[in-house]
């Protein structure tokens, strides 16, 4: 089993929503979208982020655009003006995640999953 870095098959989108930080990873392909589908669990996500998230992590599927979002509850510090973290906002989530490792089944290959 080959590991892929989630970079690798996605781009991602970061922001605030409130004091919960809001991820969202599109695939660039079908395929790498169904990699996602069953490997980006929200488990995997606070597991990621355990660090920095105090909260329950939410998971929506956004399959016309090949995307899974993510709320991230308690990860801000409050939130805008009120938080002390360097990023408030939460914009570097989405790079963060990015860095995160899946397991490619052997049946699938890396060609499939970049555009």
Request: with cysteine.
């Given at each position: 089993m080959t590991r892929v870095r989630l970079?690798?098959?996605a781009h991602a989108r970061s922001g605030d929503k409130g004091d919960g930080s809001n991820v969202g990873v599109i695939a660039y392909t079908d395929v790498g979208y169904?990699?996602?589908?069953?490997?980006?669990?929200?488990?995997?996500?606070k597991q990621h982020f355990s660090h920095i998230c105090g909260g329950a992590v939410d998971r929506f599927e956004v399959p016309n655009l090949k995307a899974i979002n993510f709320i991230l509850h308690d990860s801000l510090g409050g939130g805008g003006s009120e938080s002390v973290k360097t990023d408030a906002q939460g914009k570097t989530h989405g790079q963060a995640l990015l860095r995160m490792e899946l397991?490619?089944?052997?049946?699938?290959?890396l060609a499939g999953l970049k555009p």
């Amino acid at each position: 089993m080959t590991r892929v870095r989630l970079e690798e098959i996605a781009h991602a989108r970061s922001g605030d929503k409130g004091d919960g930080s809001n991820v969202g990873v599109i695939a660039y392909t079908d395929v790498g979208y169904r990699l996602l589908q069953q490997e980006l669990t929200a488990e995997r996500v606070k597991q990621h982020f355990s660090h920095i998230c105090g909260g329950a992590v939410d998971r929506f599927e956004v399959p016309n655009l090949k995307a899974i979002n993510f709320i991230l509850h308690d990860s801000l510090g409050g939130g805008g003006s009120e938080s002390v973290k360097t990023d408030a906002q939460g914009k570097t989530h989405g790079q963060a995640l990015l860095r995160m490792e899946l397991d490619l089944p052997d049946t699938m290959s890396l060609a499939g999953l970049k555009p």
